[in-house]
């Protein structure tokens, strides 16, 4: 299907409270693609980093939002190492996490995981992932 | 004895005693105190990073407030994450008086007025810098004997540059120490990189894969063990083993040592049987002496 | 009519211009209230001051009233200033003493309401009758020019500069910092878009500067000091002690040969091969005489060896020579110094130069070159072996204001494909990719240039810029990206190329403090103007071409060094130079030597008199700008005819 | 009385803005004659004092006109010229001026289309200031 965009779609509501949140100017983002690159997790995701910045660029923010790229990332920042623009895009996952969580969206759900496993796990692993992951 | 004041962080009182433990008398063994703080509560473990979001640095910025209860200016850390998340939430209100004042004003009780004057240590740096690591060579009691290790970084001592312990992409740190204490290093690409971190919560895959990757990896380069610097790293590293060999067969398990397990080791500190257990994959059949 | 408290006779002459003026002012009343001023011999109005009966009439009106100050109320200064200033010095007044009121295009034209219009047309002649009042006659500043050029750097850009010169007949002092000219073309394969053999079109050039009788050519040579100004500059330049007599040496090569310090990196073949410490550094050098490196020579080092010495048939070996100096007078310098690579010790995500297989593009031109180290066969740094997968990586260390350099290095684009076509042509069973962010293929034959690579040569073109360059075994494995897939990509590769961010000629800083001329923030050397004046420095005189400007290719090179020339030429073929007298002064008593209009000069026109510890200003390089006036806490300093006192009169007389 | 008539000065440089208001003349557009031009070699001659000195005198508005920046003639005399501007406004609006009498417009040789609306923009602009308060006086008391 094709996608009708529109300066008013791009322009956004969203897109001002996503720069406010993340202090990253969306249009610095040149697409050279080495925030991809970089990524060790983005076999799993189902956008690449650099294709949610352009996503955004043209304004198909809910297709982003909808999307689980934030949620894979690890925060690792070796996108944000390279990015020759010096576009923090570990902050832009954050943004988007945040614009999901702040709607009461939350990722993980602690019922789900089993008990003896929680257990196990170091309190690092947890309070991290509640705190990204859980609203 | 030199007196260190010390944040110990959630993990390396539970499920990382051992890296706590091991550090502690290692640094005994260099007459310094790692002096563990009063009260403290959980950092937060990870640096909030949306701008609007004060809330999530105040547990940092309260426990560097016990820091200068204890008329200090500056405290250690054992963990890359509580490292990272301190140093990093004090470098935010350092640089924003409006943030540090808007923090001030939320934790009015406190008796101190924060004035983002904590330095942030971590071992590591601390063991290059102050230390050295040529002491330490010479202070070797049991050498890792030529016992060939790959080192692993992970994230938060090399990123974002503001924090960096050593170089982001050639970093050098770890096995500078290692070869001090005897052991051999070999190089893999994914030191630097990620373990897969908070994923191993809830998406264990994510981190099943890193683990493969970064194991095999530096099994093709001939390594025998791997060295982490960050506790989550540790983790992951060696108690995703488990799902990892469940998911691929052929999948070869291999130890997995917090740093300050092998220093004590080479300072001649026994390597408690309750070390050990806490860990998946034995770390004692490495050991040639 | 008011008392004249002046001794100025002020002409004021309005135009109708047919009807353009006369229909929206009131061309009567105008000389009707001119008249009324004491200091005002004359006025009249006429249909056509421009004409030929309306120049006579001015003409007249000069002698006869033996006027002083001329004010012409008319069209826009742009149009008929030179001619009434030119009618105005025929006529025995100078031509700065007359001035034009523009109220055609600033009034007439773009009022409607003649009323209006005619207030408005007498505020703006009033202007110019107070600045006339205050002018003072002006002579242009005149100085003879030294009729022979400097050129500085001979790589493709100096030599094409210096030929053309020579060519029209002018003397031109070439000066080459390294022992050869030819610069970085003489390190080139083949050339894009045509694939003509680098060498074989630079050698003849070579020659021809090198035999043209009116190029002196220093080389092993740089510029020591620099003095004066336009059509009179005074150079020093240090000719290096090479430790042989040029005179004596026939070139025969035998001490290269016999030398025993064969370990110093050879700068030629970009550090891939060694070279003695004696050395000529290509064979078809220019000129053909070696030098000594004395870093690695025995005898500078260890006081041992001298077996050149002893070899050489015509002695000519002068372990003695020392750095000779020679001074020369040009009117014209073109500054040609290159440029050079960003050092592959700085790419961070690529190894810091840590991998022997990971290599600059020159190095690949070298290794793509017949005369080259591996003669033309492509071998890999580490083993010598062919190397059977090469990714080519585009922009390293380019486009990337955050960790390197922000601009874009213009030619990478067109030469990797080159290299990648290339290296197809030397080893048909290997498989070249090339890691692009896009395709800057502007130029005659370049975009087809860059299809052929792709459509013929089966050059895997991946749209993306790789994170990380790495080793494994004996593999350079690289990760990177397919962006218009959406796929992380790794390539096992045997040998990667990186194609490194062009910089400006390293130590050129230097040089550039003793010319006094700008580089932008990256270190290039500044234009006078981006559009119009592309070849030309702020400072009159100096001009400039190749990449020492801006990365650019050979064509680009070759047409930007003509132009250079044709520049210098123009100068050169005058034998005065004429200069604006507009320019700035200083008042001796007021000057407090606060030194802030130094620093506000583009042009370092200003500079501090020792002695009276006052501001002077060098009248040949002011162009008037105004700044420095504008800047002066003491109101010492002024501009001619446009002084503190006649901008005041001036909006006084607006605003009466 | 009859409408409030502004007496605006205009700085223009040579090689730019006063060419640009010759392409306005050529191209027979319409502005108020309010302003009147002061040609100078380049916006960076125009001096503070100069400024002050037509305020002081009754001008009731002052436009300044400069090439683009990077194209200046003289290279960097419209980088100083904006500089002075800033430190100018808001010396303006402590002596009680309205900064916004004071313009600086880029306008190149070939906006005779900007200069045009420029002019006319700025006389209603100053029209709706209303006229120059007396030295010492602060713009809005009466
Ligand atoms: C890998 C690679 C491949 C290329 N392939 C092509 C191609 O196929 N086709 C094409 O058109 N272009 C190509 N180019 C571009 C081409 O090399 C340049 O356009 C051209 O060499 C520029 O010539 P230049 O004279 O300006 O600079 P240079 O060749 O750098 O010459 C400058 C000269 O000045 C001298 N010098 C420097 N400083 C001083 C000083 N202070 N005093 C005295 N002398 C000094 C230097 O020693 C040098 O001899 C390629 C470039 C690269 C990097
Ligand atoms: C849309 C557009 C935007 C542009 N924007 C920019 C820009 O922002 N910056 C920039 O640097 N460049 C820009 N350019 C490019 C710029 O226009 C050209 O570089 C420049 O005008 C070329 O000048 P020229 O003298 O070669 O050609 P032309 O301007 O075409 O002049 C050729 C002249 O020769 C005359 N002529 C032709 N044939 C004959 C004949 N047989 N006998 C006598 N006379 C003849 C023509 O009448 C004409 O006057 C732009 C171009 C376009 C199309
Ligand atoms: S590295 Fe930076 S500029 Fe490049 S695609 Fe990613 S975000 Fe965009
Ligand atoms: S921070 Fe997130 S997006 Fe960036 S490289 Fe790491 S995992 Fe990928
Ligand atoms: S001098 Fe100018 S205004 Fe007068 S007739 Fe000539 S063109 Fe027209
Ligand atoms: S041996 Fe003598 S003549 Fe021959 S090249 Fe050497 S210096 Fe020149
Ligand atoms: S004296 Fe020096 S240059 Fe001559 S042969 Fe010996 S090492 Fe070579
Ligand atoms: S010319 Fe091409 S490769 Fe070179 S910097 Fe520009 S875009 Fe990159
Ligand atoms: S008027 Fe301009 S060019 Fe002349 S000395 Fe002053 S600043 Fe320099
Ligand atoms: S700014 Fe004025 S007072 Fe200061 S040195 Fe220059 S001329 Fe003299």
């Given at each position: ?15 001002e ?20 690159a970089?990524c ?16 955004i ?29 010096g ?15 702040r ?33 | ?19 706590e ?7 005994k063994k ?8 009063d009260?403290?509560?959980c950092c ?21 407030i016990?820091?200068?209860?204890e008329?200090?200016?500056q ?21 924003n008086?409006?943030?540090l ?22 071992l ?14 010479k202070?070797?009691?049991k ?12 994230c ?7 924090i ?5 992409f ?24 990620c ?5 191993t ?6 981190v ?39 998911k691929?067969?052929?999948f ?32 004692l059949?490495?050991f040639?002496? | ?9 002020i ?34 109005n ?90 003072e ?14 050129v ?18 002018k ?51 740089e ?13 020093k ?10 005179e ?11 030398c ?29 005489i070696?030098?000594i ?26 372990f ?14 073109v ?14 995500e ?49 486009r ?21 076509m ?110 119009l ?14 990449c ?8 680009e ?17 005058i ?20 030194e ?23 009248e ?10 504008s ?26 | ?15 730019c ?9 050529t ?32 001008s ?39 900064p ?22 700025f ?20």
């Open positions: 299907m094709q996608k009708e965009i529109s300066t008013k779609k791009i322009f956004s509501k969203l897109l409270k996503f720069e406010t949140i993340s202090g990253e100017n969306t249009f610095n983002c040149y697409q050279c693609g080495c925030c991809s970089a060790p997790v983005a076999s799993e995701m189902d956008l690449l980093p650099s294709q949610v910045m352009r996503y660029q043209i304004g198909l923010t809910d297709e982003v939002l909808n999307g689980n790229t934030m949620w894979i990332c690890a925060t690792c920042y070796a996108c944000q190492a390279r990015c020759p623009r576009i923090d895009i570990a902050t832009v996952m954050e943004t988007l996490r945040q614009i999901k969580l709607k009461n969206e939350d990722w993980t759900v602690l019922g789900k995981i089993d008990v003896d496993e929680l257990n196990k796990l170091p309190p690092i692993a947890l309070i991290s992932n509640l705190r990204k992951m859980t609203g | 004895m030199k007196k260190i004041a010390y944040y110990p962080g959630c993990t390396l009182k539970t499920t990382a005693a051992n890296f433990e091991s550090a502690i008398e290692s640094m260099f007459d310094i105190e790692l002096e563990e703080l009260r403290w509560n937060g473990t990870v640096f909030s990073l949306a701008t609007d979001d004060l809330m999530h640095h105040i547990a940092a910025i309260r426990n560097l016990r820091v200068k209860e008329k200090s200016n405290v250690m850390t054992l963990c890359a994450m509580c490292y990272n998340t301190l140093k990093r939430s004090n470098q935010r209100v350092k640089s008086q409006e943030d004042d808007k923090i001030n004003d939320f934790m009015y009780k406190e008796d101190l007025n924060y004035n983002a004057d904590v330095d942030v240590l971590h590591l740096p601390y063991l290059r810098d102050e230390i050295t690591f040529s002491k330490i060579a202070r070797v009691k050498s890792l004997n030529d016992i060939k290790f790959s080192a692993f970084y992970g938060t001592l090399l990123r974002p540059k503001e960096q312990i050593d170089d982001p050639m970093p050098t740190i770890l096995e500078n120490l290692i070869t001090a204490l005897g052991g051999e290093t070999v190089e893999t690409p994914y030191a630097i990189e373990c897969g971190a908070y994923q919560v809830n998406q264990v895959d994510v099943v894969e890193r683990t493969k990757v970064i194991i095999d990896g530096a099994r093709n380069q001939g390594a025998e063990a791997i060295v982490t610097s960050c506790p989550l790293c540790a983790f992951n590293l060696d108690h995703r083993q488990k799902e990892t060999k469940k691929y067969s052929k070869i398990e291999m130890p997995v040592f917090y740093f300050t397990e092998l220093l004590a080791y080479g300072l001649g500190i026994e390597f408690k049987k309750e070390w050990k257990d806490l860990h998946y994959v034995d770390p059949s490495i040639k002496n | 009519m008011t008392e004249n408290k002046n001794d100025k006779k002409g004021v002459f309005v135009c109708h211009c047919g009807i353009n003026i006369a229909s929206t002012v009131d061309v009567d009343k105008l000389v009707e209230e001119f008249s009324k001023y004491s200091d005002v011999s004359h006025t009249e006429y249909k056509y001051m421009c004409s030929d009966p309306g120049q006579k009439l001015i003409s007249a009106a000069i002698k006869k009233h033996k006027l002083n100050g001329l004010v012409i109320a008319c069209c826009s200064p742009t149009l008929h200033e030179n001619t009434f200033r030119r009618l105005s010095e025929n006529s025995g007044l100078n031509a700065y003493l007359c001035e034009i009121a523009n109220i055609r295009e600033q009034c007439s034209w773009v009022h409607e309401d003649k009323t209006e219009g005619t207030k408005k047309a007498i505020k703006i002649v009033k202007t110019i009758v107070e600045k006339v009042r205050k002018n006659s002006l002579t242009p500043v005149e100085v003879p020019v030294t009729k022979k050029a400097l500085i750097g001979a790589g493709i850009a100096g030599m094409q500069a210096a030929l053309d010169i020579a060519d029209a007949g003397k031109v002092i070439l000066v080459e910092k390294s022992p050869s000219i030819g610069g970085h073309m003489a390190q080139l394969s083949e050339t894009f878009p045509t694939l003509d053999c680098s060498q074989c079109i630079l050698t003849p050039k070579m020659v021809d500067v090198a035999q043209n009788p009116n190029i002196t050519l220093y080389t092993y040579s510029i020591e000091d620099l003095e004066g100004c336009v059509g009179n500059f005074k150079v330049i240090r000719k290096k002690a090479r430790y042989i007599d040029e004596l040496c026939t070139g025969c090569g035998i001490c290269v040969n016999k025993p310090s064969k370990k110093a990196l050879d700068e030629f073949n970009v550090e891939l091969t060694t070279r003695p410490a004696i050395y000529v550094p290509f064979p078809q050098a220019v000129p053909n070696p030098v490196d004395k870093e690695n020579c025995l005898f500078f080092q260890k006081d041992a060896c001298r077996i050149c010495e002893k070899v050489c048939g015509p002695k000519a070996i002068r003695d020579q020392e750095d000779e100096f020679i001074e020369e007078e040009v009117g014209a310098i500054v040609a110094t290159g440029y050079d690579l960003l050092p592959i010790t700085e790419m961070r690529y190894g810091y130069g840590k991998y022997k297989d990971v290599i600059n593009g020159l190095q690949f031109e070298r290794l793509l070159s017949a005369s080259g180290p591996t003669e033309g066969e492509v071998r890999r740094p580490s083993d010598s072996k062919i190397p059977k997968d090469v990714v080519f990586i585009q922009c390293s260390g380019s990337n204001p955050e960790y390197y350099k922000s601009y874009c290095s213009k030619i990478c684009c067109m030469y990797a494909s080159k290299h990648a290339l290296y197809k042509h030397r080893v048909p069973d290997g498989h070249s990719y090339i890691f692009y962010i896009d395709i800057r293929s502007g130029g005659k034959g370049y975009e087809e240039f860059v299809q052929r690579a792709q459509e013929e040569e089966n050059v895997v073109y991946l749209r993306g810029r790789p994170a990380k360059v790495y080793q494994e075994g004996d593999k350079m494995v690289v990760w990177g990206v397919d962006t218009l897939s959406g796929q992380q990509i790794t390539i096992k590769a045997d040998l990667v190329v990186l194609a490194q961010a062009i910089i400006p000629r390293n130590g050129v800083e230097e040089l550039i403090k003793k010319l006094k001329i700008q580089t932008d923030e990256h270190g290039f050397l500044s234009e006078a103007h981006p559009k004046r592309p070849v030309e420095t702020n400072t009159s005189g100096i001009f400039l071409a190749g020492a400007q801006a990365p650019r290719d050979i064509p090179t070759v047409a930007q060094a003509s132009g250079s020339a044709a520049k210098a030429l123009t100068l050169l073929s034998d005065k130079i004429h200069h604006l007298p507009i320019v700035a002064t200083v008042d001796e008593d007021l000057c407090s030597g606060c802030i209009c130094i620093g506000t000069c583009p042009y370092s026109a200003r500079e501090i008199d020792e002695e009276k510890k006052i501001a002077i200003v060098n040949v390089l002011c162009e008037g700008c105004g700044s420095c006036v800047a002066c806490p003491s109101s010492a300093s002024q501009q001619k005819n446009f002084t503190d006192g006649q901008f005041e009169e001036m909006i006084k007389a607006i605003l009466e | 009385m009859s409408e409030f008539e502004p007496k605006i000065i205009c700085f223009f440089c040579k090689w803005t006063s060419a640009g208001a010759d392409l306005a003349g191209s027979r557009m319409k502005y108020p004659p309010n302003g009147v031009v002061i040609r100078t070699l380049c916006s960076s001659r125009v001096d503070a004092e100069h400024i002050l000195l037509a305020f002081q005198k009754g009731d508005g002052i436009l300044i006109g400069g090439c683009h920046p990077g194209d200046c003639h003289y290279q960097t005399g419209n980088y100083k010229t904006r500089r002075k501007m800033l430190l100018l406004r808001k010396y303006l609006e402590q002596m009680g001026i309205n916004e009498r004071l313009r600086l417009e880029w306008i190149s040789a070939s906006e005779g289309k900007k200069l045009a609306k420029t002019m006319t923009e006389t209603e602009q100053i029209k709706s200031l209303g006229p120059i308060p007396k030295f010492g006086e602060k713009e809005g008391e009466e």
